[in-house]
Structure formats: C-alpha cells, structure tokens
C-alpha cells in the first residue's frame, strides 16, 4: 500500500471547521489552561479519538484554530510593494480588535503554550509577510529582519497606549516611513 494512502474514510473538511469554530468559542469562553480536548470533542459533535488523530495535543489544536479564524494570507503583490506592506499592516491591526484577550497573554504569561500558540499561528505570519514586502521594495537590506518586525512592533504598542489598534492612515503615515526610511 502506497504512503500516500490511509486506511478508512477520507477526513471530512466540515468536521474540521466545526471542531476549530468550537475550539475558539471555547478558548474564549474558558481560556487556554482550562480548555479541555473533550469538551471540544463533546461540543463539536467527533469522537475523542478521531479529534486526535486530526490533532495530537491541545496546542496543536489551538494554533490551527487561531489560523482558522484568520488565515494567513499570501502577501498581497501588486505593482506597488509599500501599498501591499500598508494592506497587510492594516488587516493585522484590523484583526487584533477581534483577538485582544488572546493577545494580553503574550503580556501576561509570555512562556505559556497559549503565548507560544498566538505567536505561532498570528504573530510571525504577519512578520514574514512583512519581510516580503519589504524585500521587494527595499531590496536586500542588511536590516530587513528588524524593519519587519517594526511594524507589527508598532502596531501592538499602538494598541497598548491608545486601547485600539491604528488604523491604515495612521500605517501609512507613521510606521510605513519608519520601517521603509533610507539606512544609514
């Protein structure tokens, strides 16, 4: 029998969906260290055995169903790489409005598994998206690994002083310039 090949009935995709969207409600509700796998299984209507062969440990479910909620998307390419970096800063900070609880555990418990899992799953996506963008528009820059990291950086800090993320014009005019300025 080829590798390729399991035994059984394919894996449907709608069960998937429905054990990360109850995953999260219950991340939400209950938080990470009580969070229980079969309380997932039992809400999502699966069999304990069939969630874990889908996903073999809590963190591993987790980060998929961060993911889920808001999947990395490709970087953006258009013709303009500064107006692709501001696009995809601008739904990063969008999107921290929808997961600032899971957020405050990066500054609460910061070697947690929870923490591990935030950074995994949204953190370093936007990050490396970043550094795309930049590398486009700047070329290779000896820096380019700290100017990516400026703007989520940035962002989060925003959203400590101020209680919301900023918006695009605040991207665009702010922290676009800071991570794009000449060397140097």
Do not use: N
Not at 15 to 34: H, I, N, P, Q
Not at 43 to 57: E, M
Not at 72 to 91: I, M, Q, S
């Amino acid at each position: 029998m080829s590798e390729d090949r399991r035994r059984g009935r394919p894996r449907d995709p709608a069960v998937d969906r429905v054990v990360l969207r109850d995953t999260l409600a219950l991340l939400d509700s209950a938080g990470y260290e009580r969070l229980r796998v079969a309380d997932v299984a039992a809400r999502a209507g699966v069999g304990l055995g069939a969630l874990y062969r889908r996903w073999p440990t809590k963190y591993a479910l987790v980060v998929d169903a961060l993911r889920a909620a808001a999947p990395p998307r490709e970087a953006a390419r258009t013709d303009d790489p500064a107006e692709d970096l501001v696009t995809a800063l601008a739904e990063f900070s969008a999107g921290l409005a929808r997961h600032g609880a899971l957020l405050a555990v990066l500054l609460t418990d910061p070697d947690s598994e929870v923490a591990a899992a935030v950074r995994e799953a949204k953190i370093r996506p936007v990050h490396e998206t970043a550094r795309a963008h930049l590398r486009r528009a700047l070329g290779p820059v000896p820096d380019l690994r700290s100017r990516a990291a400026t703007g989520p950086a940035l962002i989060l800090q925003h959203l400590l002083l101020h209680g919301t993320p900023p918006g695009e014009p605040q991207i665009r005019e702010h922290i676009l310039p800071l991570m794009t300025a000449p060397g140097p």
